[in-house]
């Protein structure tokens, strides 16, 4: 089946600085991209979509200057956590849609912010 | 608004045991249904999903689950578990394919020897 990858799988940083998570469809073209935040002990909260080429589309509540989102090839979406704070420490889980009415889930990243 | 009530938070059964796992959803036009498994610290695994036809749907690792249109519901069933089936478990919405999926809380499977 499609693989979807995430790099990092953690990352510890200290706050104030940005961190980059990376999201690859290894094996498929990718025309749409999902990021997600899974709070503990909570379900996934949809964060933003975004189309190879184009501007993502935020979720309400979403601040997209924290959370700018870049999806400049058919198989790499990055999420950057620009400024990040312990508040944003989370699980990251990134999707990728195969155009096909397919949509493949990334392995995540545990953000942990100090 | 489309949403996901997962009534359990957590469920124990013996291994050998039948499962069945509650899902209601609320949406306004013949919904999208998923089941996702998590295990710790991983990402999410695509157990099944109804888009449309038959409303008993077969999923993988035995799993299958029964759209119910009048109770709104999605129950997803095992007749006997396994302990590797010890994971969370999510059911979601969708409001066309996979566009804005809106996932249920999660209920956290525990199997006993």
């Known amino acids: 089946g499609a693989v979807v990858s995430q790099h990092p799988s953690r990352v510890i940083c200290k706050s104030g600085t940005s961190v980059k998570i990376e999201c690859r469809s290894l094996d498929f073209q990718a025309t749409t991209m999902f990021w997600y935040r899974q709070f503990p002990k909570k379900s996934l909260m949809l964060m933003a979509t975004?189309?190879?080429?184009?501007?993502?589309?935020?979720e309400q509540g979403v601040e997209k200057d924290k959370f700018l989102i870049n999806h400049a090839s058919l198989t790499l979406s990055t999420l950057t956590v620009t400024s990040a704070h312990p508040e944003d420490s989370s699980f990251y889980i990134c999707?990728?849609?195969?155009?096909?009415?397919?949509?493949?889930f990334g392995p995540g990243t545990r953000l942990t912010v100090t | 608004a489309q949403s996901v009530t997962q009534p359990d938070i957590h469920i124990t059964v013996s291994e050998g045991a039948s499962l069945e796992l509650r899902c209601n959803y609320s949406y306004g036009a013949t919904p999208y249904l998923f089941w996702y498994v998590q295990s710790p610290g991983q990402g999410l695994q695509l157990l099944l999903k109804?888009?449309?036809?038959?409303?008993l749907v077969q999923g993988i690792k035995g799993f299958e689950a029964e759209f119910k249109r009048s109770q709104s519901s999605f129950n997803l069933r095992k007749p006997s578990v396994h302990w590797s089936d010890a994971a969370e478990y999510f059911c979601?919405?969708?409001?066309?394919?996979?566009?804005?999926?809106?996932f249920g809380t999660g209920t956290k499977l525990q199997v006993i020897p």
């Open positions: 109804y888009f449309s036809g038959d409303t």
């Open positions: 975004s189309n190879e080429g184009s501007k993502a589309t935020y």
């Open positions: 999707s990728a849609g195969d155009g096909q009415g397919e949509q493949y």
């Open positions: 979601a919405v969708g409001a066309g394919g996979y566009q804005k999926v809106t």
